[in-house]
């Protein structure tokens, strides 16, 4: 049961509706639920979330899991613990206020009943320091424990990838196993077959193992280096936690449009520069040092603003006179509108990132987890990495990888699979055992493919 449809809750609604779970949602606004009935294949009610009529009229005590998404962090907090009243066996309250975060809290998550708390803010925060302190100039995502990992990159027209069709490019570098997963092609993502071709501005994903990482890095050109200078437009809760989470040992600046905070944010943060200014115009970022930065975030409430100051702020570090670096220098931006994510990633933005993006990954991770052993969401591509266990019996297991239903074509690839106490690439004539774990990249709406095909 999902209390608030707004923001978190209807993104969340939309994919336990696509991984085939039953929802109930209770709203106070009669106009959104008029507009998400058309869309949702779910019980909607109207009312309000601390209404027990509206928690009986959901059959509360049939319920397995408690959302509560409301914009009211009371509410949600109250509804955890009316929600334990009638048995509900898991509680997820979204909580914007840190004081319920730390170990000295006056109240515990088990005072107020809560299994699992979410801070989509704090989650945006940590993820962009995580990106940021990243010791190369890609996105890699630790997969498997650790042991294998997944690597995001641009391919440029001088890239020995460009042009490669997949069959040839595993022939011609066969040094080491590693294969190309999933690609971003404008706003659409591509899960590919062997006959598919990486162009130059493709957004291409590579798995390979631990070991073979560095090697990976030095075929596709990737130097490997620390970010120690960053620049971040908007002070509001996400920029200002990043700031405060990168510590003193990278150098931050700050712009925030907003004077009074501005001021706020020097009382609070010594160790960061605070510049009050308007960080979509040319040349307030200069003025500001842009040029001198190894990482640019835009973390302002206005989706517009951070897409298109992320393309202004990329053409002016890719065009300043005797730049040796342009091809490392990275932008983030933060990006409200889930729709406007491949957008932005193919844009201006290197990464871009979503508090609802991050919030509900984190809530579906909490909610699988006895099926599912992790899953990550990929940074502007339309897909998930999936580790799971293949169930006795489940199809997976009765045929060689070559010979899986065409109906999951472009929507499931195998990257790998763990066997003789290690992790292997997947390949064409693999056949999945029954209990092995295995490495699953899917588009997002298709997880509940991934069930059906691993677990029966």
Known sequence: MILGLGGVGTY????????????????????????????????????????????????????????????????????????DRFGIPLKIARVRSTDFFSNDSVLSTADLKIDLIIHPEELAAQEIVRLVKRTAGIEIIDIADGHTHVMATRITSDSPLANQNLKTLS???????FRVVAIARGITTILPGGDSTILPQDHVLIMATRSNLTRLMALIGVKQQRRHRVMILGGGLVGSRVAELMGRDVKVKIIEKDASRAAEL??????????????????????????DMDTFITATGENET?????????????????????????????????????????????????????????????????????????????????????????????????????????????????????????????????????????????????HKLFLG
């Open 171 to 177: 022939r011609t570098y066969n040094e080491f196993p």
């Open 306 to 450: 951070n897409i298109m100051s992320c393309m202004l702020a990329k053409h002016l570090m890719t065009t300043q006179n005797n730049d040796t670096r342009h091809g490392e220098r990275k932008t983030i931006s933060l990006v409200n509108k889930e729709e406007y994510l491949v957008l932005a990633a193919t844009s201006g933005s290197d990464i871009a990132l979503n508090k609802k993006v991050l919030a509900a990954n984190e809530i579906l991770k909490f909610i699988r987890r006895g099926e599912l052993l992790s899953v990550a969401h990929l940074h502007g591509f339309d897909a998930e990495v999936v580790e799971i266990l293949a169930a006795p019996n489940s199809p997976i297991t009765r045929i060689p990888l070559s010979r899986i239903d065409p109906f999951f074509h472009g929507k499931i690839l195998i990257g790998g699979v763990y066997r003789d106490g290690q992790w292997k690439i997947a390949v064409g004539d693999t056949r999945i055992l029954p209990d092995e774990r295995v490495i699953v990249f899917c588009k997002s709406l298709h997880l509940k493919d991934v």
């Open 12 to 83: 969340l609604a939309k994919r336990l509706v696509h991984e085939g779970y039953a929802v109930t949602a209770i709203e106070p606004d009669g106009e959104l639920i008029h507009h998400i009935d058309s869309q949702l294949d779910a019980r909607l009610i109207h009312g309000s979330a601390m209404s027990i009529d509206c928690w009986r009229d959901a059959n509360a005590p049939s319920i397995d899991v408690l959302i509560a998404v409301t914009n009211n962090d009371a509410v949600n907090m109250l509804a955890a613990m009316v929600a």
């Open 266 to 291: 020097c009382h609070r943060l010594s160790h960061v520069e605070v510049l009050q200014g308007d960080g979509s115009d040319a040349d307030a970022l200069d003025l500001a040092g842009l040029c």
